[in-house]
């Protein structure tokens, strides 16, 4: 397939370009994915020289890999050659008649044949904008293909959703639209589909009549940092629930498709995501928890609303837990457990797949044994920052007797293995480059996704709450335990040893 394209990069010099894309093009040119027929124009206000560009992409690659010799490379410099930079103000139509100018000339120098990628790495709010400037000024070209990539967040809620939406749609379609949640391009994340439905002994079990429940465990360790201002206006349930998790239990609760591409696997989630329960706000407020941070036991952490940016009496939630319902016929009534937070024990993500325990224990009345007893079979999805899975049995211990304990098979990514998996912003510039959509968000996806989401915020926003409730360093709120502890299970927590 052709892969040569023009990428114009709206707010090239934001932090996003110079931590993600900048790195991300250039390891797609290491590895020949992309070769000398390319170019990119990065443009924002600021009054930089195509030189001055150079340099920051050389700088962006060294911080990448922390490695300054890196950029000294013949192969570093020629592709920082292919970049070009153009001072642009996005309200302005006259700046996109520049901006096309230069487009044809790159076009034509680099024999890219009308192939064009627009990358919005800027506020949501000038999506619109910028998409009607491209189309209004000629800018999308008819002998080659045209593709929007836009970030999240993709609105507050479900009404903002859909003007920002309608705003897009209305210069591309939705096949030439690239949602980017970059979990999906983790490789942990796409391997779910592998396991559940390239394994006869998983695919088997995967169903209501084997597995008690999921968790899903999204946990970071840090507390909001820099960006605290971004939180106020956001929270956990906006920042992660409504994006990241959702896409997770849209995977985890699908029917088999038929075929495993783009448009098959997007039919599957948006119907898996149409059967998880729609609450009402009152069962909302039974099944969800919210918490936000406050010092830690030894008083060496500010709590969230002593950070700067932050309001002394924010009401904003820096944690969520909650537990979904799937009414897809092969999981029907399996609930799946959610939490999210910052200044958690330990930063992992991991799915946990609880399975039903035996109707009937036949070691129970086994004399003189120390057991513990049966354990719940347990599937261990390690997504970061280690990458591998566990599976928990229940097996003959060591011992004279008959006792019965857990042991846990294992695997682990080497080092190596881990340092030859492409970055989830390089796997899906990659994907978008070739047009395969199936690891980026349709709108069903997301507009589905809000109006889950915004029942919840209904919910928490009729009543204050009562923060902080959960010390810096725990596992979040009393509350997300009870959630669990009610139903009689309990959160399940799995380090890779």
């Not at 507050?156 to 859909?162: E, M, Q, S, V």
């Not at 910052?342 to 930063?347: D, E, I």
């Not at 978008?432 to 989401?453: C, I, M, P």
């Amino acid at each position: 397939m052709d892969q040569r394209a023009l990428f114009i990069i709206f707010g090239g010099t934001g932090d996003l370009a110079y931590r993600k894309l900048y790195p991300s093009l250039f390891r797609l040119y290491e590895k020949g994915y992309l070769k000398e027929n390319f170019a990119v124009i990065g443009t924002a206000r600021r009054p930089w020289s195509d030189d001055h560009f150079h340099e920051v992409v050389l700088n962006a690659i060294a911080d990448d890999g922390r490695d300054v010799e890196r950029t000294n490379t013949e192969m570093a410099r020629k592709f920082a050659s292919h970049f070009y930079y153009q001072s642009h103000n996005v309200d302005d139509a006259e700046h996109y008649v520049n901006l096309k100018n230069l487009a044809d000339k790159l076009d034509a120098k680099y024999e890219l044949n009308g192939n064009r990628v627009y990358y919005l790495a800027m506020a949501p709010r000038f999506f619109g904008t910028i998409s009607s400037h491209l189309k209004d000024q000629n800018l999308l070209t008819e002998n080659g293909f045209n593709r929007l990539i836009i970030e999240k967040p993709f609105g507050r809620d479900y009404k903002t959703a859909k003007e920002l939406n309608d705003s897009v749609s209305g210069s591309f379609a939705e096949d030439q639209i690239f949602r980017i949640d970059h979990y999906l391009g983790k490789e942990p994340i796409q391997s779910i589909a592998a396991l559940r439905f390239g394994n006869q002994i998983i695919s088997s079990l995967w169903n209501k009549e084997h597995i008690d429940n999921i968790q899903v465990t999204l946990a970071e360790s840090l507390g909001v940092e820099e960006r605290a201002g971004y939180y106020e206006t956001a929270g956990a349930l906006r920042d992660m629930v409504q994006n990241h998790i959702m896409q997770i239990v849209s995977l985890l609760t699908i029917e088999k498709p038929d075929v495993y591409d783009a448009s098959h696997l997007r039919d599957k989630k948006v119907e898996a995501l149409n059967n998880i329960q729609l609450y009402s706000v009152d069962e909302a407020k039974k099944n969800f928890v919210r918490g936000q941070y406050g010092e830690d036991a030894n008083q060496t952490q500010a709590s969230y609303r002593d950070e700067e940016g932050t309001d002394e009496h924010s009401q904003i939630d820096t944690f969520v837990a909650g537990k979904l319902i799937s009414h897809n016929p092969t999981l029907e009534g399996v609930p799946v457990y959610v939490r999210t937070g910052k200044r958690l024990a330990k930063k992992t993500t991991q799915i946990n797949v609880v399975f039903k325990n035996l109707d009937t224990d036949i070691f129970h009345n086994v004399e003189d044994s120390d057991a513990i007893g049966l354990q719940d079979n347990v599937l261990t999805i390690y997504i970061e920052p280690e990458m591998g899975y566990t599976l928990k049995l229940n097996t003959k211990y060591g011992n004279q007797g008959y006792n019965i304990n857990p042991v846990h098979l294992r695997y682990r990514k080497t080092p190596e293995e881990k340092a030859k998996i492409p970055d989830a912003y390089e796997r899906l510039i990659h994907d978008a480059l070739r047009g395969d959509k199936t690891n980026f968000a349709h709108w069903h996806e997301v507009s589905r996704a809000w109006k889950l989401v915004d029942v919840i915020r209904e919910a928490w926003d009729s009543e204050d709450a009562n923060f902080p409730n959960y010390e810096s360093g725990s596992m979040g709120p009393k509350a997300a335990d009870e959630l669990l502890t009610n139903d009689g299970r309990n959160w399940v927590f799995n380090p890779l040893k």
